[in-house]
Every structure is written in structure tokens, then in C-alpha cells.
């Protein structure tokens, strides 16, 4: 695998439209016969996806998981968190299971992804993320080992204008040593919804921040650790792919300002990742 390029398989879901409009019924029929082939009615894991707006995001990250390459018994669930646009209209045309949250945030959409999901495992995915055909197998693989609890998947960004894959890639290495020294104390800090499962039973016993607060995902796998232990998978063949979006708001356009301004914030945390953080309640606390 060249790490310094986006991988081919990824241009199948590169889909040209930009609205619900603009899709093809032909799209939808493709996708359903692949997610028709997945799913199942008694699932062993739920894929719970929130998403607020993504109308076109949520068609490409649903037709990736579609082709997902598995003997696991799986189902996967969208939570409408209160879109404004045409999205609903992208899932009802989609043979998905579908719940709709009106408390803005990404805590209270997955909390109601939590409630509905059905499988024993749940694993958390996002609207603009691009999921590998083997992205289940090697999750579970790692959550279904004795003890395990909590397993936080890794993920890269699709180079687009502004951002070519070889800083990225950097990027991404530089990440990568940063996620193994927060592992060593801290591996609530590698807990990210875009590519995270969990044992759904814990899960409802802790339940998720209801307010809009980033961190939804580290909090809950935080509290999560009185259970059992958290893993990392780094299997490249568990690697998702999303947009720049993230970096670009960051970095307001630049990569070079998005993967400083980055560095310079995990620089002066370094010193606090090597002692565990102490007990504190999760739902109140403050991202410092």
C-alpha cells in the first residue's frame, strides 16, 4: 500500500452530485442490493451513524459500508439530528433504519443511536467517512477479544486542493506516535465517533454527554475503562478515509497553519499524558 496516495477503491464512492436532487434512482437501487445482501434482522453489531446535514455525505459513507465483506450479522442505523436539508429525503430512499433526535449535538444523537441500536456491539461511524470492505471484521476482531471493552479505530484524510497526501501522510505518522503515547494512560484521547466500538450493555449503563460538547466519544470511553480495557486497532485494512473539512476549518485554508496549530496543541499536552487522568464527571466537564 502507498501511504503517500488515497487508495483506488476509494474513487467508486466519489459521486459527482452535490444534492438529493441530482441522484440518479439507479444510485439507490446499487446500493440497496449491496445493503439488502448485509444486513440482518437479529444483528450481532449495529453501525449507528449521526449526521446532521450531510444529504450527499451520508450517500457515500452508506454505499462504502454497503460493501462491507463479513459473515458477522450486522444492521446499520442513522440518526437525523435535526437536518434542515434534504437528508431524510437520502435516507428514506435507502434501505436503512433511520431514528431522528432533535437536540442539536453529537452526544444526544448517538445517546439515541445507543437506545435503538440492536446488536450486543455497537459501532460508531461517521456521515463523511469512507469505510473499508474488512473495517468490521478487524473492529470486532479486536473488540470481541476477553476483557476488551472499548476499541478506537484509526483513520486518514482524501487529499483535496490545498492539501496534498504527502502532508497528510505526515500528518497522519505524526498522529499515529501521538495516539501510542496517549495509549500508555490516557486512551480515552484516541476515542474518535468516525471509527469507535464499544459493548452496547456498557454503553447504556454510562450513556452519552446530552449536551453540544465535542468529546461525546473520549467521555464515554473514559468512563467506560471501570469495565474492562480499551484497544486500539491499527490494522491498515481498518483504516477509514474522510474529507479535510476538519483541517480546512482549522487551518482556515491552509495545511500548513491546520497541521501547526494542531502540533502546538498536542505539544503542551504532552507532559499530562504520561499520568492517568483522574475521576471527574464526564457530563459537566469542560474540553481543556
Do not use: M
Given at each position: 500500500m502507498n501511504i503517500f496516495k488515497a487508495p483506488d477503491w476509494i474513487s467508486q464512492f466519489n459521486f459527482p452530485y452535490t444534492s438529493?436532487?441530482?441522484?440518479?434512482?439507479?444510485?439507490?437501487d446499487a446500493i440497496n442490493r449491496d445493503l439488502d445482501s448485509l444486513q440482518h434482522l437479529e444483528p450481532l453489531?449495529?453501525?449507528?451513524?449521526?449526521?446532521?446535514?450531510?444529504?450527499?455525505?451520508i450517500l457515500r459513507s452508506i454505499a462504502s459500508l454497503a460493501k462491507l465483506k463479513t459473515?458477522?450479522?450486522?444492521?446499520?442505523?442513522?440518526?437525523?439530528?435535526?437536518s434542515t436539508d434534504q437528508m431524510q429525503k437520502t435516507l428514506d430512499h435507502l434501505h436503512v433504519r433511520t431514528a431522528f433526535q432533535p437536540i442539536p449535538g453529537w452526544g444526544p444523537a448517538r445517546q439515541t443511536g445507543l437506545e435503538q441500536a440492536r446488536g450486543k456491539y455497537l459501532l460508531t461511524a461517521d456521515a463523511d467517512g469512507i469505510y473499508p470492505q474488512d473495517w468490521l471484521n478487524e473492529m470486532m476482531a479486536v473488540l470481541t477479544q476477553p476483557g476488551v471493552i472499548?476499541?478506537?479505530?484509526?483513520?486518514?484524510?482524501?487529499?483535496?486542493?490545498?492539501?496534498p497526501r504527502w502532508i497528510l501522510t505526515i500528518h497522519e505518522t505524526l498522529k499515529g506516535y501521538l495516539a501510542d503515547a496517549r495509549h500508555l494512560k490516557r486512551p480515552?484521547?484516541?476515542a474518535y465517533g468516525i471509527?469507535?466500538?464499544?459493548?452496547?450493555?456498557?454503553?447504556?449503563?454510562?450513556?452519552?454527554v446530552m449536551r453540544k460538547v465535542r468529546g461525546e466519544d473520549g467521555r464515554m470511553c473514559f468512563d467506560m475503562m471501570q469495565y474492562g480495557k480499551v484497544k486500539q486497532v491499527k490494522s491498515r485494512k481498518a483504516?477509514?478515509?474522510t474529507g479535510t473539512r476538519t483541517l480546512r476549518i482549522e487551518g482556515k485554508g491552509s495545511y500548513s497553519r491546520a497541521l501547526w496549530l494542531k502540533m502546538g496543541i498536542e505539544l503542551r499536552r504532552m507532559g499530562g499524558l504520561f499520568v492517568a487522568q483522574a475521576p471527574h464527571d464526564t457530563k459537566t466537564s469542560l474540553n481543556e
Open positions: 438529493f436532487d441530482e441522484v440518479p434512482q439507479s444510485v439507490f453489531a449495529s453501525i449507528v451513524i449521526p449526521a446532521w446535514n450531510e444529504e450527499v455525505n459473515t458477522i450479522p450486522v444492521e446499520i442505523l442513522v440518526v437525523n439530528n435535526n472499548c476499541v478506537c479505530g484509526r483513520y486518514s484524510f482524501i487529499p483535496s486542493p490545498g492539501f480515552h484521547l484516541n471509527s469507535l466500538g464499544y459493548v452496547r450493555e456498557y454503553g447504556l449503563k454510562i450513556g452519552y483504516r477509514v478515509w
